[in-house]
């Protein structure tokens, strides 16, 4: 009963303190201050919802604003649940601080921990210095539900100076990007042990033996006496330097440090911090080796067994060019698995040394893969058919290397057999062939090979070998195989004797000493009786070499080449010595007309100077004679091969030759001759066409093959042109040395230059067009020579041929009906007649 009213006195005493103000009691943070209110110490809380700020304590009141979750409060006042807090935020830049009254049932306390300051539960300590055993979190105050600031890691040394229960407040410092940082916090005492503190060099209490590991230096680093900055620096070691450790103590490692001086080698020992040490590895490059697994063994993706990457079966094998000996001594091999850079370490694999043989073909016995290197567990790089043949000079334990699609890898042994061709081949040399169209290189002489790599169209290759079923074997790319012989045309390079070579590339420009009487007699020989224009025509030839300053020897053997010395059908019937202006098409009707043969000597000359001896010619390679490489069949121009007048003046690739030939038999090369002289090197202008054309009977009639342009008279007129048709008929009058064509359609006389006479065919097809070839030519009376003769024709006169009722020529057997002037009709042997543009 006494202790009742004891408590009861008590609280009468409170309740009679109530209705004034009473001072804070130690450990509470209100005070009463009048009915229904309670003010607080500015006391923090947390949102744990989005919370209403209203105008007064309850739910009656107009909101002011929402708070949103998490965020910090500071009460003053209390009524009821409600609180009165001010609440603090950043809009646009600007701060703003609001007061109104919240729920308490959406606040929590907010704990006041993590100064600096000794707090209610926390003991000052002696500053202490301890090693983490685990990574560590920090927090903001001393327990799992505060913050973290940041993690520590296992083995960094950290400084503590205050307590509460079992967590430590501790400073932390490191680096990061080669600045230094220190964080303050509190960390759990359950992972930490005591750094004894040592001063010794040796092994001390608090040091741990570590394997003996490899670092550089990251920047100049002193070596000191103990593991800590307090003892003294033994010796600076310089910045990208390797050191030897083998004991450790917190951060700091004790090492080896050896170096060179005045030739000498010296070795220091002591103690470095690890913040400025990387472990270091030693990559060395050796020369390709194989090395194969011994068991299943893992990849990494660094030199040790820290980051596995892969792991790989026994007798899988690897290529490596490299080997890294690391931080703490094990030997690892960089190799390639899936595309990926890898490294093994080399007690799980042994060296296995490449078998080179002879080039062995092989056929493969199932479908398989090439693999990237000799093991299934590589990356598979093409798929090979059975029966494919592959071809292989090496093998790594039971895996051939070879090539495949191209690419190249490894293929299993024993999925191929050896394979026997079903061909020959023959040794070939010095011979060289362009391609003509894009052409696969194949393993084989077989469609049905694997293609190497293809050649691109107009390529020259020189084959070795050739196969008995018309295939080539060459080597193009570093890759050997076979071609086929269709697309192939061989390279035909001229061949000349050591006498002529000099009239071959003698300089055009230089003046011969050649006389008159030496041509002259020299044609009359090569005549051997038969009529020729160029009888007594040396002097003709040296007084146009003069004018123009071209070689006269070479002047005059140009033109016996070129007119059979003078006996021609062109050289007779048109001057024309050197079949200037024919085509291989139409070679008399599309050549020059010359009015005389001396015309036709000093226009030569004048055009070779101004164009094939011209260096600013286009016509221009060389002012020599030269040669032309061209391909057997197609007769392709070889470029890189062809040189001097020869490459576009003539189609034979042997005409520079023959011209030199006939220059040596006319007068012997004479070095001597050409040895003081310097070369003619003014250019004429070119000379104009000769006035002339070729006529015909009024009679031909000729088919129009593609559109043509008329016009009525040898100029062009855009305003009085007419267009006719393919498939149009008109008569061929006359053509001139221009290459205008004079025709007669619907009975009106045109001209036209739409026609390309080196390919006529495109343009025109001449129906009854004929050219006498015999000196003389009888024109008989009927079909045979048992008919009287009733007229003659001279060589290289153009007749016209009749045509019979379907406008096909009129023939019997191998004579011709021709039709004579005034419509009179005849017959002559068509042994002695030419049809011209068909």
């Not at 007699?521 to 040296?542: E, H, M, R, W």
């Not at 061209?630 to 189609?651: C, H, P, Q, W």
């Amino acid at each position: 009963m006494k202790k009742f009213w004891k408590i009861v006195a008590v609280s009468t005493t409170i309740l009679f303190f109530s209705a004034t103000a009473m001072p804070a009691l130690p450990g509470n943070h209100w005070t009463v201050e009048a009915a229904g209110t309670v003010k607080l110490n500015k006391v923090p809380y947390q949102t744990t919802a989005n919370l209403n700020l209203r105008t007064g304590p309850g739910t009656k009141y107009k909101v002011i604003l929402t708070i949103p979750k998490g965020k910090q409060v500071t009460a003053t006042e209390k009524s009821g649940n409600w609180y009165k807090v001010s609440y603090s935020y950043t809009s646009k830049g600007k701060k703003y601080t609001k007061t109104g009254w919240v729920s308490g049932s959406y606040l929590k306390k907010v704990s006041s921990s993590g100064s600096s300051a000794s707090a209610s539960g926390t003991t000052k300590i002696t500053k202490t210095v301890y090693q983490t055993t685990a990574n560590l979190n920090m927090r903001t105050g001393p327990g799992t539900k505060y913050k973290v600031i940041l993690t520590i890691p296992k083995g960094k040394q950290v400084t503590a100076t205050e307590k509460s229960g079992s967590w430590y407040k501790v400073s932390y410092s490191y680096t990061s990007k080669g600045k230094k940082y220190t964080k303050t916090g509190w960390i759990s005492g359950s992972y930490l042990k005591k750094v004894p503190t040592s001063g010794s060099s040796g092994s001390a209490s608090g040091t741990t033996k570590i394997t003996k590991t490899v670092y550089q230096t990251t920047a100049n680093l002193n070596m000191r006496t103990g593991p800590g900055t307090k003892y003294k620096v033994i010796f600076t070691i310089p910045k990208g330097k390797t050191v030897s450790a083998t004991e450790k103590s917190g951060s700091w490692l004790k090492v080896s440090y050896t170096y060179t001086s005045k030739g000498k080698s010296y070795t220091k020992t002591g103690w470095v911090s690890s913040s400025y040490l990387k472990e270091y590895n030693q990559y060395i490059n050796t020369a390709g080796t194989y090395y194969f697994t011994t068991k299943t063994a893992n990849l990494y993706s660094g030199p040790n067994t820290k980051s596995k990457a892969a792991s790989v079966p026994k007798d899988n094998g690897f290529y490596s060019t490299k080997k890294v000996i690391n931080s703490i001594g094990q030997t690892f091999y960089q190799v390639s698995h899936n595309g990926k850079t890898l490294y093994v370490y080399s007690g799980d694999v042994k060296k296995v040394s490449p078998a080179v043989f002879s080039e062995t073909k092989y056929k493969a016995n199932t479908d398989t893969w090439l693999y990237q290197s000799p093991g299934i567990n590589t990356a598979k790089l093409v798929k090979i058919p059975k029966d494919a043949v592959i071809s292989s000079g090496l093998s790594v334990a039971s895996w051939y290397k070879t090539s495949y699609g191209g690419k190249t890898g490894f293929v299993q042994a024993g999925q191929f057999s050896k394979y026997s061709p079903g061909f020959t081949e023959t040794k070939i040399a010095n011979e060289s062939y362009l391609v003509t169209d894009n052409l696969n290189l194949r393993q084989l002489p077989d469609t049905k090979s694997a293609i190497l790599v293809t050649i691109s169209k107009n390529t020259i290759v020189q084959p070795t070998h050739k196969t008995s079923n018309g295939w080539f074997k060459i080597s193009y790319n570093g890759k050997i195989g076979y071609v086929s012989g269709d697309y192939l045309d061989k390279i035909i390079v001229p061949a000349y004797s050591g006498t002529i070579k000099p009239y071959l590339f003698l300089d055009l420009r230089k003046p011969s000493k050649v006389t008159a009487q030496q041509i002259d007699q020299y044609i009359a020989a090569k005549a051997k009786g038969n009529t020729s224009v160029l009888l007594n025509k040396g002097k003709v030839f040296i007084d146009a070499g003069k004018k123009y300053g071209v070689n006269a020897l070479f002047l005059a053997a140009l033109a016996i080449h070129e007119s059979g010395a003078g006996t021609s059908p062109l050289s007779l019937g048109k001057n024309n010595l050197f079949g200037f202006g024919a085509f291989d098409a139409a070679p008399y009707i599309a050549a020059y007309r010359f009015p005389s043969v001396d015309e036709a000597i000093y226009y030569i000359a004048q055009e070779l100077k101004a164009t094939y001896l011209n260096e600013k010619n286009w016509k221009f390679k060389g002012p020599y004679l030269g040669y032309k490489a061209v391909t057997e069949n197609k007769k392709i121009r070889i470029d890189s091969l062809s040189t001097g007048m020869n490459f576009y003046y003539a189609s034979d690739p042997q005409w520079g030759i023959k011209i030199a030939t006939h220059m040596q038999n006319i007068l012997a090369y004479k070095a001597s001759d050409y040895s003081d002289v310097d070369p003619n090197l003014n250019v004429p202008d070119r000379p104009a066409i000769p006035a002339g054309s070729d006529v015909f009977p009024p009679g031909i009639l000729a088919v129009a093959n593609s559109d043509l342009t008329l016009f009525p008279s040898k100029k062009i007129d855009a305003k009085n042109q007419l267009t006719i048709k393919k498939g149009t008929t008109f008569y061929l009058l006359e053509k001139t040395n221009d290459y205008w064509v004079k025709l007669k359609y619907n009975n009106k006389e045109y001209w036209t230059n739409s026609i390309k006479f080196e390919s006529y065919r495109n343009y025109i097809s001449v129906k009854n067009l004929g050219r006498v070839t015999a000196t003389a030519l009888n024109i008989r009376a009927g079909a045979s020579t048992n008919h009287p003769i009733i007229g003659s024709l001279k060589q290289n006169e153009y007749i016209q041929i009749a045509l019979d009722s379907s406008g096909k020529i009129a023939k019997s057997g191998n004579w011709y009906q021709i039709v004579l002037a005034g419509g009179k009709k005849g017959w002559v042997s068509g042994d002695y007649v030419k049809l011209e543009l068909q």
